[in-house]
């Protein structure tokens, strides 16, 4: 039967055309162009956060001035910050160089752990968890991973070119480690700033980010790389981070700070810190550069989008924030209550005296899954959604407008679920159930469709299913 055999491999035309498409039941920020398909006087606008407190100062004899923040992360009982010790007088190649460690139970008082494990000259009192070359950029992460060993719950990676690349460790309390291999087992790259690592639940590999010199065309600069592996042992080739609308590299980024976002993890963030080499703001300063953060996020671990060259965080009026090498974002993000808690090392170099404000690292927040909008002002604007597959229950929006603004949502070509049947939507709140005269999109389970979202002065981050 003719008729009956195109009828079925339409079908499955239409099945594999459907399995192609997303099901939208978890949370998706507007950090990119992913979901959208056409903007009507609306764009896409980066999210900045907040300056709140300041969490660790550098003031311990085995930490100093050239210290930095490296990891941040809830191991499920405390929050665990890592962080380099860099003593007064130290190099890069200083075995002196250490990875201590301080805890919180709120993630904004931290206390140095009392490790008292490895002397420092002479002095076991002290939150160092390892101290060596390594200990430059030594950068541990808690192993999400469900096959993995009891005895390597945490791990960590470090090293830099005299050490022969990248080495790997693990530890079962995050306090005691024990190198992996016997050897570097990275090698292709510069390393010598932090180099991240994580387990990707999405994606069900290992992803490591470091720092290598860009070649050909835009030879010299600064610029993250990544590779991945099943095991933690063996990893890929490298490949260059990608910026989607950009050819080549004009900017030197010396961090990548790269993590999933904690309930969207099949988006990461990298905040790389960008470093202008050449300029001097403050004449007398001993070293030419200053730096800022941008901010991007990939769906994939390789192609990044950014919004906008601006940066994430702008440095602030005071002159030790123009200065070289500040702005390092820590690998992370915290769950604080109703907000996100990133933390960035500044004024690096600096000591306390006479401001009070030497080289430590700073909290920042903004509300949970803000980091970036699609934004419409007071004249209107809109978007429409590319299609996707509904995953059933409730469309709920992240979502904030003035008091004279607006949103309203509506399904396309869907009878009953127009802008008029949803009714205005206004005020400021992290996820609002919308409905359409009571209908929520239940009945839309497992079926394509298009959203449509009409805003007036307001911000949509970010839409979630359930």
């Known amino acids: 039967n003719i008729a009956a055999l195109e009828k079925y491999m339409d079908t499955i035309k ?26 009507d006087n609306a764009r896409l606008t980066l999210n900045r956060p907040q300056c709140r407190e300041k969490v660790l100062t550098f003031e311990k004899e085995w930490e100093g001035r050239g210290s930095l923040g490296l990891s941040v992360f809830d191991d499920g009982e405390r929050i665990r910050m890592y962080y380099r010790g860099f003593p007064s007088g130290a190099s890069d190649l200083d075995e002196l160089q250490t990875s201590c460690l301080a805890l919180s139970d709120d993630g904004i008082h931290f206390n140095r752990a009392a490790v008292n494990k490895i002397g420092y000259r002479g002095n076991t009192e002290n939150n160092i968890v390892y101290m060596g070359v390594q200990g430059h950029n030594f950068t541990p992460f808690m192993d999400k991973n469900p096959a993995c060993p009891p005895g390597e719950r945490f791990k960590a990676i470090g090293g830099i070119l005299s050490t022969g690349g990248i080495h790997i460790h693990a530890s079962e309390d995050g306090y005691d480690w024990h190198e992996l291999a016997e050897s570097a087992v990275i090698t292709d790259g510069a390393f010598d700033s932090m180099n991240t690592a994580f387990f990707d639940t999405e994606a069900k590999k290992y992803r490591c980010y470091s720092r290598y010199f860009t070649r050909g065309e835009w030879k010299g600069f600064r610029a993250v790389q990544s590779c991945t592996s099943d095991d933690f042992r063996a990893w890929s080739p490298q490949t260059p981070n990608n910026y989607i609308g950009r050819e ?12 999933p976002v904690p309930g969207a993890e ?12 050449s300029r001097k703001k403050l004449p007398d300063y001993r070293s030419p550069g200053v730096s800022d953060c941008v901010f991007m996020t990939s769906r994939d671990g390789v192609n990044w989008y950014r919004i906008s060259r601006e940066p994430w965080i702008y440095p602030g009026l005071s002159g030790r924030e123009w200065t070289q090498r ?7 993000i915290l769950v604080t209550g109703d907000e996100f808690s990133v933390y960035v090392m500044k004024n690096y170099m600096w000591d306390d005296k006479p401001m009070g404000e030497g080289a430590g690292i700073w909290r920042y927040t903004l509300p949970a899954y803000r980091f970036a909008s699609v934004r419409a002002g007071a004249e209107g604007g809109g978007f429409t ?29 869907a009878e009953g679920y127009g802008f008029e049947d949803c009714g205005e939507i206004y ?12 209908k929520t999109l239940e009945d839309f389970r497992g079926r394509e469709i298009r959203l449509a979202f009409e805003l007036n002065d307001a911000y949509l981050y970010a839409i979630k299913g359930g």
């Not at 988006?267 to 202008?276: G, Q």
């Not at 500040?326 to 992370?332: K, M, V």
């Not at 904030?400 to 396309?412: D, E, I, K, Q």
């Not at 005020?427 to 009571?438: A, D, M, P, S």
């Open 14 to 39: 239409e099945m594999n055309r459907m399995a192609k498409l997303e099901p939208v039941n978890r949370i998706e920020m507007f950090t990119d162009d992913h979901l959208i398909e056409t903007t």
């Open 248 to 259: 080549g590299i004009s900017e030197h980024f010396y961090t990548n700070a790269a993590c």
């Open 427 to 438: 005020g400021n709140e992290l996820f609002r159930e919308v409905t359409w005269k009571g």
């Open 385 to 413: 959604t590319k299609p996707f597959v509904w995953g059933g229950g409730s469309l709920f929006i992240n979502y904030n407008t003035s008091a004279l603004g607006s949103v309203r949502a509506a399904v396309v070509g």
């Open 326 to 332: 500040g702005f390092i974002t820590l690998s992370g």
């Open 266 to 277: 099949h988006i990461i963030i990298s905040v790389p810190m960008r470093f202008m080499e």
